[in-house]
């Protein structure tokens, strides 16, 4: 929920900065309203987590590209805010803020291992559209690298002393490893997904997404200016790269998208104003700021805003009320938890293999190891299986069945004992 409303008020900041606090309003009102932000606000996952890390991410290389021009790596364009002291201008520093956005990249990745791939997605394409790929080898970025590096490596050290540096890593590959690979090997490489994950995205993004599309017109761009084409530019680089990685990823689920989320409904928000715009057909002059500044522009889609947040409004307080309350009540893992400690003796250790059920062993509320070989189970050990650990034989087969109980999703969660 924190991280959630971090990324409202960071999108808003970077909107307002280029384009006004009009726009930036709607921007920080439209972001949260996809059916993804709905479904995943009130759940208590790491993937909103992920989103408020990458939008921080982003949102200061953005201040700092923008910055850029003052330091005199590009040409400034007018507009670019400064300081002044003793009556004279000086540019803002881009370091602090190339420093805070791989800070960010570091803490997002200690938070879910994908965090690198969507920054890098994003300015990666960025720098290669504007032709300044070199910033990527200049002391600013390697600096902050370094300093990202350094937090990384730091809790890396920190956990394989708990842990051990060899289980560190056998954790890291398969949960890598789990991405990468087909839900089911039997049937090889997903092809249909290819076609239907964008789409899915899409629609769970609607209706700004339908405004999205909108701004891969042909000279769409030059109704901007400078700072808003750079705007518009990392908006793209933030939502189709990405998009176009996770398609490809054959293991992917809708959620794992949602770190994109804010440059996906930041196009929408840029493709809103341009078809509200009076004259949103004219490529002739940077007139999309201006035009949604008159009145007439400004309560035409004022209105349509107003009338989609009611809506909104409605939908939400029913979704928390009612859906995530039923959700809850149906998966609620208490009473899962205390089941499975009533078939546990107390004192007894409980070993673990591929369950990530957290829900579950939260509510166990006892000691519980994680082991990655079958046959280094203790004799007479408790142990919980999956449906794919028990089914395969070979390696779990020596194990006796104990309680045969169903997790918060209703999958088999299967309590065992080493003979």
Partial sequence: MIAATVAVFLVYGMFRRVLGERV?????????????????????????????????????????????????????????SS?????????????????????????????????????????????????????????????????AVLVCVGWVFAVSQQIGYESLVETIRKEAAYRFAPKSASKGYPWSDVATYPLLVLAAHLPLSLFALLTLRPGFSAK???????????????????????TL?????????????????????????????????????????????????ASRLNGWVVAFLVVWLIAKITWVQFVVAAR??????????VEL?????????????RLKDEGVMFYYGRPATRLH???????????????QEWE???????????YWMHDQQGDPLILVRAP
């Fill in 392 to 402: 395969d034989r070979a390696a779990f087969g020596h194990l006796q069945l104990v």
């Fill in 373 to 387: 070989d079958p046959h280094s189970l203790p004799s007479g050990a408790f142990a919980v299986l999956i449906r």
């Fill in 224 to 246: 901007w200016d400078d700072r808003g084409k750079l705007l518009l530019q990392l908006l793209h680089c933030w939502t189709w790269p990405n998009l176009l990685f996770w």
């Fill in 83 to 147: 300081h002044t002291l003793g009556g004279l201008t000086h540019p803002r520093s881009p370091t602090p803020y190339w420093i805070a956005a791989l800070l960010c990249v570091a803490l997002g990745t200690l938070t879910k291992w994908t965090a690198p791939a969507f920054f890098y997605l994003t300015v990666l394409p960025l720098l290669a559209w504007r032709g300044e790929l070199r910033l990527l080898f200049g002391w600013r970025h390697l600096l902050a690298v370094g300093v």
């Fill in 341 to 353: 400690r009533d078939h546990v003796p107390e004192g007894e250790p409980l070993y673990l293999f």
């Fill in 24 to 80: 930036a309003l709607l921007a920080a009102l439209l972001l949260p309203t996809s059916v993804l932000w709905l479904d995943k606000v009130p759940s208590a996952e790491i993937d909103m987590t992920l989103v408020g890390w990458v939008t921080a991410a982003i949102v200061f290389m953005h201040r700092a590209l923008d910055l850029s021009w003052r330091a005199g790596v590009r040409k400034p364009p007018e507009s670019l």
């Fill in 328 to 337: 809850a009540e149906k998966r609620n893992a208490e009473p899962i938890g």
């Fill in 249 to 297: 990823v054959p293991n992917h689920n809708i959620r794992y998208a949602l770190p994109m989320s804010p440059g996906l409904m930041g196009l929408g928000v840029m493709g809103l104003i341009a078809a509200f715009s009076r004259d949103a057909e004219s490529s002739e002059r940077s007139a999309s700021a201006q035009s949604l500044r008159s009145e007439d522009s």
